[in-house]
């Protein structure tokens, strides 16, 4: 009953807010693109992350340009596996 009410896009907002003040370079989320593409994510951005999570979902944001214009290799804790 909560959805369509903008606790998404305002979580969303505050969250890459909170990024940029703790002087984050980019983000990296795992989800829907034709959801998070409205917060300038995509998965050109990722493109050059390695993970075992690559692929259309996996998206990125810069928050400095330039932030992953070279490979990055994204490591997962076991309980990912």
């Known amino acids: 009953e909560s959805q369509r009410s903008g606790i998404g896009a305002r ?3 505050q969250a ?10 980019s983000i990296l989320i795992l989800g829907d693109p034709a959801y998070y593409e409205r917060f300038d994510f995509t ?11 690559a692929g259309p979902h996996l998206l ?3 928050l400095e340009p330039g932030a992953l214009a070279e490979p990055l290799l994204v490591a997962y804790p076991k309980a990912f596996g």
């Open 11 to 13: 979580l969303m907002t």
């Open 16 to 25: 890459i807010e909170t990024a940029e003040e703790f002087g984050a370079a």
């Open 43 to 53: 998965a050109e951005c990722a493109a050059r992350v390695s993970s075992p999570y």
């Open 60 to 62: 990125a944001r810069e």
